[in-house]
């Protein structure tokens, strides 16, 4: 694996663990350009109470303002976990022409987990590779859902 997306998506599970400590499904997500980080975000759905306040929307929003563009053509997105339809949309809405991810999502995954959106017949589509740090993008979230049913269980 490059090391240098194995460096990118370490900075996207250092959010994932943010957000899990804040209470939040541990999802992390940073998006680069020439080598510079451009945009960061992480789910904030509980804190914010907005269901659009997934990792990959705040590191979109985050890089639209840094570039001061909506279009993100030169950037590389990496998340810890496949994005989701709302998330893949925004990624081809942005144009952004790579998205590395760590584990797939056979839930809400769309980018393979359930469905992939990526393969549909839309003008931009991004290339995907998937396991990045997968075992550790799974482990993260794994931790976070054991501590939850076992919160769960002390007050039954």
């Known amino acids: 694996m490059s090391m240098e997306r194995e460096f990118y998506m370490r900075q996207a599970l250092a959010l994932a663990r943010e957000a ?3 209470g939040e499904v541990p999802v992390g997500c940073v998006i680069v350009q020439n080598g510079r980080v451009v945009g960061r975000g992480r789910n904030r759905r509980e804190e914010r109470r907005a269901a659009a306040s997934h990792a990959e929307m705040e590191a979109i929003a985050q890089a639209n303002r840094t570039l001061g563009s909506w279009r993100l053509e030169d950037c590389q997105l990496y998340v810890t ?13 942005a144009r952004i ?9 056979g839930v809400f995954g769309a980018c393979g987990g359930v469905l992939n959106l990526f393969m549909e017949d839309f003008p931009h589509r991004p290339a995907l590779v998937g396991g990045i740090l997968e075992q550790e993008c ?5 931790s976070f859902f054991d501590r939850l049913r076992q919160e769960k269980r002390k007050l039954t």
Do not use: F, K, S, T
């Not at 976990?81 to 809405?93: D, F, K, Q, S, W």
């Not at 799974?138 to 794994?142: N, P």
């Open 138 to 142: 799974r482990e993260v979230l794994a």
């Open 20 to 22: 899990g400590a804040a």
């Open 81 to 93: 976990l496949e994005p989701c339809p709302m998330c893949a949309g925004a990624i081809l809405n």
């Open 97 to 105: 022409p790579q998205v590395w991810y760590g584990a797939r999502d």
